[in-house]
């Protein structure tokens, strides 16, 4: 058995780690010149931390990230509405991180390359198409920076870890539409800053309709004065969105106005987003779940196969338990067709309610509800707007289909 991944993202390349552990050979065709840290922060809740851990990555990822310690909600006036420990200060077995994507990638690639070999991960390598028989899968790539076609590459099975425009998916629906942008537009940056409440506190504020902020550390100490590497998110609902591209630049006169009043005790807003180092703009989108993603010996994962909109950390979290699954699959089914199915029995249907969760009702619609209760207004006190059981349920509901719920962790 040996598998060729398509993509060296969080999903494959996380793939590659858990099939060796299983004893399964794999190579990773990536189709950017080289893999390097880019993009900014990202979160790692326990489901996802625990498959990472088991990995033997977590001593790495706490080195180069932050292990969060709680989660905070605030209404636009800065007015405090939930609050909630996260990770092991919650009685999780496993932390959460709040990490630079391009750390974790990193993290990840070493790993690949000291325990596969440096000759199994090829970059450059863009895949256009494949094919399949009876007895294995072939893909085709081309050089990306030449054009020029490049050797096809056969393996058992073909996973499809290509992210949200995977040529593999188009090729198993081609009928599929483009993305669906969910009416917000996000603008994302990071900026060298004095940490920020507890110094480990991930906060989500305001509402998407005037403007939303998600702010969270993603690097300390980086300097001598003990600053960090603060990553933050505006979203505002906005027809106005570009083609999704980790490194495409946004502009701060886009997007600043909806947070110029925000001057908070635990942080000046406007000021920490216009100290950014570099923006970059990004539009929420998501795809309807498939009904389907395994061909006989090849398969999706990760973003390839269950794009989300990013409003519960939890993207990247889902393509890393997806390969620990396809990795269990693989290893427990003789034939890789039938492990294919089974990999997708277990994660297609759980994915598809995360997807559909993450539009509806994730972690944010905590700040949705009184928003709407309050018509946008500052409250006198939180409990005639909304009981604290309330916002828990809307906390603890989502864990519970997103699969990090403690109970069941
Ligand atoms: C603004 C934002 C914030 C987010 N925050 C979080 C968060 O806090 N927590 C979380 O868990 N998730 C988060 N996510 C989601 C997360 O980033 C994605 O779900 C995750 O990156 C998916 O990983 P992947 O490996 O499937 O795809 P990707 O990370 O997109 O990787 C795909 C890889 O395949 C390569 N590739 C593409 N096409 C080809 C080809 N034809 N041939 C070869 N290689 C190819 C690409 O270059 C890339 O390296 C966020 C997403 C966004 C947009």
């Known amino acids: 058995m040996d ?44 489901h996802a931390s625990k498959e990472l851990s088991e990995l033997g990555l977590e001593s790495e990822l706490a080195r180069v990230g932050i292990t ?5 909600f605030y209404n636009r006036f800065g007015q405090l509405i939930y609050q909630e420990p996260l990770g092991r200060y919650a009685g999780y077995q496993w932390p959460q991180f709040s990490i630079h994507r391009g750390d974790l990638q990193m993290v990840l690639v070493e790993a690949v ?11 450059g390598w863009q895949c256009i198409r494949f094919e399949q028989d009876g007895a294995g899968a072939t893909a085709y790539f081309r ?14 099975v073909i996973i499809a870890c290509d992210g949200l425009h995977s040529v593999i998916r188009k090729q198993l629906h081609p009928n599929e539409g483009p ?47 003990g600053r960090q590497l603060i990553n933050w998110v505006a979203e505002i609902e906005t027809p106005r969105h570009k083609q999704r591209d980790w490194n495409r630049p946004g502009e701060l006169s886009d997007f600043i106005s909806a947070f110029e009043d925000w001057h908070f005790d635990w942080a000046d807003v406007p000021e ?52 620990r699954a396809l990795a269990d699959s693989l290893s427990t089914y003789k034939d890789p067709v039938e492990a294919l199915r089974a990999y997708e029995a277990m994660r297609l249907g759980p994915t598809a ?22 018509g946008d207004k500052p409250f006198k006190r939180l409990e005639d707007v909304i009981s604290q059981d309330e916002l828990r349920a809307i906390s603890d509901g989502y864990k519970r289909v997103a699969g990090y719920d403690l109970a069941s962790l």
């Not at 050089?143 to 058992?156: I, M, S, V």
């Open 68 to 72: 969060t310690c709680e989660s905070l």
């Open 179 to 225: 993305p669906r942008y969910s009416g917000v537009n996000m603008w994302r940056g990071v900026t060298r800053w004095p940490p920020i409440l507890s110094g480990a506190s991930m906060v989500r504020a305001g509402w998407f309709t005037p403007g939303k902020m998600v702010i969270y550390p993603i690097r300390n100490n980086i300097d001598s004065q």
């Open 113 to 123: 390359r000291q325990r596969l070999g440096a000759d199994r991960v090829f970059t």
């Open 272 to 323: 920490l987003i216009k100290s950014a180092e570099a923006i970059l703009e990004f539009p929420m989108i998501d795809q309807d779940p498939l009904p389907w993603w395994s061909q006989g010996r090849v398969t999706l994962l990760g973003d390839a196969a269950h794009p989300m909109v990013p409003r519960g950390s939890n993207g990247a979290g889902q393509a890393i338990v997806d390969a």
């Open 3 to 46: 598998a060729v991944i398509i993509g060296g993202g969080i999903g494959g390349l996380t793939l590659a780690l858990a099939l060796h552990r299983s004893g399964i050979a794999s190579r990773v065709y990536e189709s950017a010149p080289e893999i390097k840290p880019l993009g900014v922060g990202i979160n790692i809740l326990p």
């Open 143 to 156: 050089h990306t920076a030449t054009g020029e076609e490049l050797p096809p590459q056969r393996g058992a």
């Open 353 to 374: 309610e995360v997807v559909r969760m993450n539009r509806k009702n994730p972690p944010d619609a905590i700040l949705r509800e009184v928003y709407l209760r309050t």
